[in-house]
């Protein structure tokens, strides 16, 4: 005890007060625990409920888009019909439609940001990410500008094909 006590002044160490041992023995509080483990799964299964609610709301407009993402939709690109071999006409080769005026739309409405880097994205596979990208790539190329396109799509690549470009795996 001695020792403890040369050591606690050295260090300068203060002692507050003594450890006591409980009466009792200690237990465990089941009524407080268990009424606060249903009201947090009670909180948690009504917070699942509203995600399977908002998740059955079907998207059908640009007005629905711009709600949720809390950004405004720039341009609605048209369904395009696949040819005889399964590739998809480009836009900036139509002669008719309004194909070539959505790139015109994206450009303006890009070019209003003073962005020069942009990601075009969705949440669902073959929705046309790259089919986007491609046009809006050679539509920039085709009005003079400098223009890096980066697919990266790891699981299909396909930019590169459409661009026809050679990749060695030296």
Do not use: W
């Not at 050295?10 to 268990?34: C, D, F, G, I, M």
């Not at 299964?45 to 908002?54: H, N, R, S």
């Not at 070539?100 to 409405?109: G, I, N, P, V, W």
């Amino acid at each position: 005890k001695a020792g403890i006590i040369g050591r606690a002044e050295q260090s300068k160490v203060k002692l507050l007060s003594h450890a006591e041992a409980p009466h009792s023995p200690y237990a465990p509080q089941t009524e407080r625990n268990v009424s606060g483990a249903f009201l947090i799964s009670l909180a948690g299964m009504a917070y699942l409920v509203y995600l399977y609610f908002l998740m059955l709301k079907p998207i059908e407009s640009e007005e629905d888009v711009s709600q949720i993402v809390r950004a405004p939709v720039l341009t609605e690109v048209p369904l395009m019909k696949q040819t005889k071999n399964g590739e998809t006409e480009l836009l900036v080769d139509q002669t008719e439609g309004f194909g070539k005026d959505t790139l015109h739309f994206l450009r303006s409405a890009l070019a209003a940001t003073n962005q020069r880097m942009f990601v075009f994205t969705s949440v669902n596979p073959s929705d046309g990410k790259t089919f986007v990208v491609h046009n809006f790539g050679i539509y920039l190329a085709r009005e003079g500008l400098r223009v890096l396109v980066c697919g990266t799509d790891l699981r299909d690549p396909r930019l590169k094909v459409r661009l026809g470009v050679e990749v060695d795996r030296a």
